[in-house]
């Protein structure tokens, strides 16, 4: 197994640098643009600051629709799109614009769950200090469920990982390509192993990251 990691590892190599890279761009769309929108869901829904049936019923259709789809047809499903972004379906980037979508979707219905657990009365001794809504969620509601907010981001992150290793469909590369295409289609059994230990390793990694920076976070 060793002897194989060590052929091929400029391709390993290449191949983690193409996880990364997309993994990275899904986990920079999920802080962005997830945070928001989870937020925007928590906000708009029943009883909450901005409470708005509409609004609240569009925004989480959206989220489930995305998330209920599955995968790999939503990575094709998505081609043109992806096309007209980047101007090209095939490639790194190309595969990072689903992956994006699906990341914003996922981390935003954590949010939404992180920001749901934080007691009433904290929102109620906000506004008895004549804090603003804006100072509302800046200041107490991400301050207080900020643990809960990183082990989502960390749940999404590996979950994000296990997407990215499709990615081999539209030409994105990355460690389950390479684990697909020189451990499993030329018979490489204790290469792809190699590869699997290899995800597992960074897996665990990341859960442990996670899980230090929420208890290190949770003040409660």
């Known amino acids: 197994m060793w002897d194989n ?12 640098g193409e996880t990364f890279a997309m ?46 789809f599955p995968f790999l047809l939503l990575v094709v499903f998505m081609i043109p799109l992806t ?14 614009i689903p992956l994006a979508v699906v990341a914003i979707a996922i981390y935003a219905r954590f949010v939404e769950q992180s920001l749901l657990e934080v ?3 904290v929102i109620e001794s906000a506004r008895s200090m004549g804090a603003s809504k804006l100072q509302i969620v800046t200041k107490f509601l991400y ?17 994000f990982i296990s997407y990215s290793t499709v990615m081999g469909v539209v030409g994105g590369g990355g460690v389950g390509d390479f684990a697909i295409r020189y451990g499993y289609q030329r018979f490489e059994t204790e290469l792809m192993a190699a590869v699997i230990l ?5 897996v665990q990694g990341i859960q442990f990251i996670g899980n230090a920076l929420s208890r290190w976070l949770d003040k409660r």
Do not use: C, D, W
């Open 83 to 96: 096309r007209l972004i980047v101007g090209t379906a095939i490639g790194t980037l190309a595969a990072s």
């Open 119 to 121: 007691p009433r009365g």
């Open 198 to 202: 290899l995800m597992i390793v960074l």
């Open 23 to 68: 993994v990275g761009i899904a986990l920079l769309a999920a802080v962005l643009l997830g945070l928001p929108t989870g937020t925007a869901l928590y906000l708009t829904g029943k009883g909450q600051l901005y409470e708005h049936r509409l609004g609240y019923g569009l925004l989480n259709g959206a989220v489930n629709v995305i998330r209920s």
């Open 143 to 159: 301050v207080e469920a900020r643990s809960g907010l990183v082990l989502g981001l960390t749940s999404s992150t590996i979950s």
């Open 5 to 16: 990691f060590i052929q091929y590892r400029s391709q390993i190599g290449e191949a983690v």
